[in-house]
């Protein structure tokens, strides 16, 4: 649609310009707040223009977040579970979309229902199933009288336990069979004439072609798992080792002890540490994330 | 020997049968082109040969292999799509080497193969290039030459040409006729344009509503229609039909309007009396004087001749002319059809008249025409 219309450009524009400065204006202010001085950044009307504290408040940051630890820990949760994300969603679709077998209708209505089950109301089960991964296995063998002795299997504090129970994803697989859907069946056929069977025609065919789409799920699902933060706050007794970015936070920013107030420039500097990832994936993948949610490559 | 053979071939969906039992034998080296209007069949019965439809019962056989519960792979032939289906990701020599690479066939002697078909296809200048970055006749190519490599018996076409612009249509035809002079493989090609049928075919298959109506050299089926059906499918214009009555002691038809068409009554003598339908072609009217009489309505121009549509005894009529014919709208105009031109078909089945054939034609014809006195 091509219009001319000074008057709706005029507005279109004036209201875009708008919505990106009210997106902006918390970003500033916590970069404003991370590079003042304490004293500064607790005064009443607080400064709207940075001042030199910038450095000194950021490495006071990474080290009382113990970031050097935590962010690789939240990059291998992240990337862990965007990877499983991703596999697990394409191959569910595949399943659904490519194979025809009895409950396949079932199958999916189940994967879509989850959808509206996020992770925080199935939260007790799942933490259950964390602490051991074998019990579902146990009670249904106990329903039948049956006693194995299988052993404990735990996955608190490790990162199978931060990762492995957030990787389900109704959403990606949502998102894939959409994909496959638009898959012309001339092609699944040709590759049939070409003798190819399902696994290739999955690894070979299926999967290049939905890069885009994959670039995609990439980008909301790092953004999704890197803030996490229930989850882990839970699994993790043993912060040391495992304690994720996002839950350093709550720790840079001091309890509530009467008559302090708190430490705001480094607790906003600790925030830009974290949230500089999810925007650097975000700026690196968005190219094809546009194109992968409008789906348009000819 | 047959290499294809169908018996009785049917396909369902659910409770709704779109193929009513198909016999067709297909000798080895043999194009066989299956022609019909949209939603006829074809497409259904091709893919049930290829293996991608199930066969809801008799029997496919390929080199005297029933290959109902086989694998596409298994089967040994190879289809070009109407939509090219072309792996769009791949560069165009890896769409046509990919069957050799899932094959497992060693790389050297896959890009020799690949270099080899596709010299011979023109393509070869574009082999590092994607689908996408191709004109229309060339996808039809690299269609074409993804089949090719495999050396399959059998060849699959699924109306290839029908997404190309009208020249290079006619080119892609010649190409595919002389393809399969050079490779011999036996052919199945699936068209709804006659023309295509009546340029490439050994012999051609003409469907209608899920049935064979004919099967015949595109000769026969033009000269010969077993049915008012192919009569009027075959050719363009297609055969002029007209119900009349029949009078064979007198050897005319008579139309509602009372004016008659001779017949040859050698050639037809078990005419009853009652209803008949009497054909002819557009082209074997003699326009101008005769002792038959239509009216014109209007005229359709090809250049070299035109077009006369118009209505003879209540009933459209369409003629050939070469000369130049100024008729107004609603103009009477004479002319007549040799007796031996006419054809005659069943009122109520539309099936061919049992005929006595000229000897030149009937020397072929195995079966014995009894012939009453
Ligand atoms: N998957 C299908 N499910 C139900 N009906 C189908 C299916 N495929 C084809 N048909 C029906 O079968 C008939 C023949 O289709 P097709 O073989 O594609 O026709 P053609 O190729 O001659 O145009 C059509 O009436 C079509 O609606
Ligand atoms: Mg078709």
Same mark, same amino acid.
Request: aromatic share 10%; with cysteine; charged share 20%.
């Given at each position: 649609?091509?219009?001319?219309?000074?008057?709706?450009?005029?507005?279109?524009?004036?209201?875009?310009?708008?919505?990106?400065?009210?997106?902006?204006?918390?970003?500033?202010?916590?970069?404003?707040?991370?590079?003042?001085?304490?004293?500064?950044?607790?005064?009443?009307?607080?400064?709207? *223009?940075?001042?030199?504290?910038?450095?000194?408040?950021?490495?006071?940051?990474?080290?009382?977040?113990?970031?050097?630890?935590?962010?690789?820990? =939240?990059?291998?949760?992240?990337?862990?579970?965007?990877?499983?994300?991703?596999?697990?969603?394409?191959?569910?679709?595949?399943?659904?979309?490519?194979?025809?077998? %009895?409950?396949?209708?079932?199958?999916? !209505?189940?994967?879509?229902?989850?959808?509206?089950?996020?992770?925080?109301?199935?939260?007790?089960?799942?933490?259950?199933?964390?602490?051991?991964?074998? %019990?579902?296995?146990?009670?249904?063998?106990? $329903?039948?009288?049956?006693?194995?002795?299988?052993?404990?299997?735990?996955?608190?504090?490790?990162?199978?336990?931060?990762?492995?129970?957030?990787?389900?994803?109704?959403?990606?697989?949502?998102?894939?069979?959409?994909?496959?859907?638009?898959?012309?069946?001339?092609?699944?056929?040709?590759?049939? *004439?070409?003798?190819?069977?399902?696994?290739?025609?999955?690894?070979?065919?299926?999967?290049?072609?939905?890069?885009?789409?994959?670039?995609?799920?990439?980008?909301?699902?790092?953004?999704?798992?890197?803030?996490?933060?229930? !989850?882990?706050?839970?699994?993790?007794?043993?912060?040391?080792?495992?304690?994720?970015?996002?839950?350093?936070?709550?720790?840079?920013?001091? &309890?509530?002890?009467?008559?302090?107030?708190?430490?705001?420039?480094?607790?906003?500097?600790?925030?830009?540490? #974290?949230?500089?990832? /999810?925007?650097?994936?975000?700026?690196?993948?968005?190219? !094809?994330?546009?194109?992968?949610?409008?789906?348009?490559?000819? | *020997?047959?290499?294809?053979?169908?018996?009785?071939?049917?396909?369902?969906?659910?409770?709704?049968?779109?193929?009513? &039992?198909?016999?067709?034998?297909?000798?080895?080296?043999?194009?066989?082109?299956?022609?019909?209007?949209?939603?006829?069949?074809?497409?259904?019965?091709?893919?049930? #040969?290829?293996?991608?439809?199930?066969?809801?019962?008799?029997?496919?056989?390929?080199?005297? %292999?029933?290959?109902?519960?086989?694998? /596409?792979?298994?089967?040994?032939?190879? *289809?070009?799509?109407?939509?090219?289906?072309?792996?769009?990701?791949? =560069?165009?020599?890896?769409?046509?080497?990919?069957?050799?690479?899932?094959?497992?066939?060693?790389?050297?002697?896959?890009?020799?193969?690949?270099?080899?078909?596709?010299?011979?296809?023109?393509?070869?200048?574009?082999?590092?290039?994607?689908?996408?970055?191709?004109?229309?006749?060339?996808?039809?190519?690299?269609?074409?030459?993804?089949?090719?490599?495999?050396?399959?018996?059998?060849?699959?076409?699924?109306?290839?040409?029908?997404?190309?612009?009208?020249?290079?249509? #006619?080119?892609?035809?010649?190409?595919?006729?002389?393809?399969?002079?050079?490779?011999?493989?036996?052919?199945?090609?699936?068209?709804?344009?006659?023309?295509?049928?009546?340029?490439?075919?050994?012999?051609?298959?003409?469907?209608?509503?899920?049935?064979?109506?004919?099967?015949?050299?595109?000769?026969?089926?033009?000269?010969?229609?077993?049915?008012?059906?192919?009569?009027?499918?075959?050719?363009?214009? &297609?055969?002029? $039909?007209?119900?009349?009555?029949?009078? /064979?002691?007198?050897?005319?038809?008579?139309?509602?309007?009372?004016?008659?068409?001779?017949?040859?009554?050698?050639?037809?003598?078990?005419?009853?009396?009652?209803?008949?339908?009497?054909?002819?072609?557009?082209?074997?009217?003699?326009?101008?004087?005769?002792?038959?009489?239509?009216?014109?309505?209007?005229?359709?121009?090809?250049?070299?001749?035109?077009?006369?549509?118009?209505?003879?005894?209540?009933?459209?009529?369409?003629?050939?002319?070469?000369?130049?014919?100024?008729?107004?709208?609603?103009?009477?105009?004479?002319?007549?059809?040799?007796?031996?031109?006419?054809?005659?078909?069943?009122?109520?089945?539309?099936?061919?008249?049992?005929?006595?054939?000229?000897?030149?034609?009937?020397?072929?014809?195995?079966?014995?025409?009894?012939?009453?006195?």
């Amino acid at each position: 649609m091509i219009e001319r219309t000074p008057v709706l450009d005029f507005v279109t524009h004036a209201l875009l310009i708008v919505s990106l400065v009210a997106l902006l204006i918390p970003f500033w202010i916590i970069f404003v707040a991370a590079s003042h001085d304490f004293h500064t950044v607790n005064q009443v009307p607080m400064p709207l *223009m940075p001042g030199g504290h910038f450095f000194e408040n950021m490495a006071t940051a990474w080290e009382r977040g113990n970031f050097d630890r935590v962010m690789l820990n =939240s990059i291998i949760v992240a990337g862990g579970v965007t990877i499983g994300k991703i596999v697990i969603a394409a191959l569910s679709a595949f399943s659904i979309v490519y194979f025809r077998y %009895r409950l396949r209708m079932v199958m999916f !209505w189940l994967i879509f229902i989850t959808l509206m089950l996020p992770l925080e109301v199935r939260i007790v089960p799942t933490y259950a199933v964390a602490a051991d991964a074998l %019990r579902p296995f146990k009670a249904i063998f106990e $329903l039948f009288g049956i006693s194995v002795g299988l052993p404990e299997w735990n996955l608190l504090n490790s990162y199978s336990g931060l990762i492995l129970p957030l990787i389900a994803t109704a959403t990606g697989t949502f998102l894939y069979r959409q994909f496959f859907l638009t898959v012309p069946d001339e092609l699944t056929e040709a590759a049939k *004439m070409d003798g190819s069977g399902p696994v290739r025609f999955f690894l070979e065919v299926l999967m290049p072609l939905s890069k885009t789409n994959m670039a995609a799920l990439a980008t909301i699902m790092f953004v999704w798992s890197w803030n996490q933060y229930l !989850w882990p706050l839970l699994v993790v007794t043993d912060q040391q080792n495992f304690a994720t970015a996002t839950m350093q936070l709550q720790k840079i920013v001091p &309890g509530p002890v009467f008559g302090e107030p708190p430490i705001w420039n480094v607790a906003m500097a600790a925030n830009l540490i #974290v949230l500089t990832p /999810p925007v650097l994936v975000t700026i690196f993948l968005q190219r !094809w994330f546009v194109r992968g949610l409008i789906s348009t490559e000819k | *020997m047959a290499e294809i053979t169908l018996r009785d071939v049917r396909k369902s969906y659910a409770k709704n049968e779109v193929v009513h &039992g198909v016999n067709l034998d297909v000798a080895s080296g043999e194009l066989i082109v299956i022609l019909g209007p949209s939603g006829c069949g074809k497409s259904t019965l091709l893919r049930m #040969v290829a293996g991608l439809e199930s066969i809801t019962s008799g029997d496919v056989a390929i080199a005297g %292999r029933v290959v109902n519960r086989l694998e /596409p792979r298994e089967r040994g032939c190879a *289809m070009v799509f109407q939509n090219y289906a072309l792996y769009p990701h791949m =560069s165009v020599a890896k769409n046509i080497g990919y069957s050799l690479k899932i094959a497992g066939l060693p790389k050297a002697e896959r890009i020799e193969r690949v270099n080899k078909v596709a010299a011979t296809l023109g393509l070869t200048d574009f082999l590092e290039r994607k689908p996408a970055q191709l004109s229309g006749g060339q996808r039809q190519r690299v269609a074409m030459g993804r089949a090719m490599i495999r050396e399959p018996k059998v060849f699959l076409y699924d109306e290839p040409l029908s997404n190309l612009d009208a020249t290079l249509r #006619v080119a892609m035809r010649v190409e595919i006729r002389k393809l399969h002079q050079r490779l011999g493989a036996t052919t199945l090609f699936v068209t709804h344009d006659q023309v295509e049928a009546m340029t490439l075919a050994d012999r051609i298959v003409v469907m209608n509503k899920g049935g064979i109506e004919q099967i015949g050299t595109p000769s026969e089926v033009y000269g010969r229609p077993e049915t008012t059906y192919v009569a009027n499918f075959i050719g363009s214009p &297609g055969l002029n $039909l007209l119900k009349g009555a029949g009078h /064979p002691d007198e050897g005319v038809i008579k139309l509602p309007d009372g004016q008659q068409l001779a017949y040859d009554r050698n050639q037809w003598p078990e005419i009853g009396h009652g209803p008949v339908i009497a054909g002819f072609r557009a082209e074997a009217v003699k326009f101008g004087s005769g002792p038959l009489s239509a009216r014109f309505d209007f005229a359709e121009e090809l250049g070299i001749a035109k077009l006369l549509h118009g209505s003879f005894g209540g009933q459209a009529m369409i003629v050939h002319v070469a000369t130049r014919a100024d008729l107004q709208s609603g103009q009477p105009f004479l002319f007549s059809v040799d007796p031996g031109d006419i054809q005659l078909f069943d009122a109520d089945s539309g099936r061919r008249l049992e005929e006595v054939r000229a000897p030149a034609a009937s020397a072929k014809q195995a079966m014995p025409l009894q012939i009453t006195a």
